[in-house]
């Protein structure tokens, strides 16, 4: 029994910090596009060159935060099985028919 509340507590855990994850990536892909909008203004071909690389860190941010989520719900669901005892007396194999 010990086990499986510290499974629930290590997926919350986890759960939490992917949130985390996801909300500081989502704001440093904001920072990102806008350092884009804000440097492609400027007559300068080095700083389109910086503005096209913070366009790029910005889409990358983007699919972290989306990866984040993902894995957050997955995580999440996977908590919720075990509460349910949906992973209680399992034996890990599929049954066959």
């Given at each position: ?36 909008q804000k ?59």
């Amino acid at each position: 029994m010990d086990n499986v509340q510290e499974l629930k507590n290590t997926l919350s855990y986890l759960h939490s910090e992917l949130n985390r994850l996801e909300t500081m990536a989502g704001t440093l892909a904001t920072v990102e596009r806008d350092h884009y909008q804000k440097l492609t203004n400027f007559d300068n071909r080095e700083l389109v060159d910086i503005a096209v690389e913070e366009q790029n860190a910005s889409r990358q941010l983007g699919t972290m935060k989306h990866m984040c989520l993902a894995m957050a719900e997955k995580v999440e669901g996977i908590k919720q099985s075990i509460e349910r005892g949906g992973l209680a007396g399992s034996d890990g194999h599929a049954e066959t028919n």
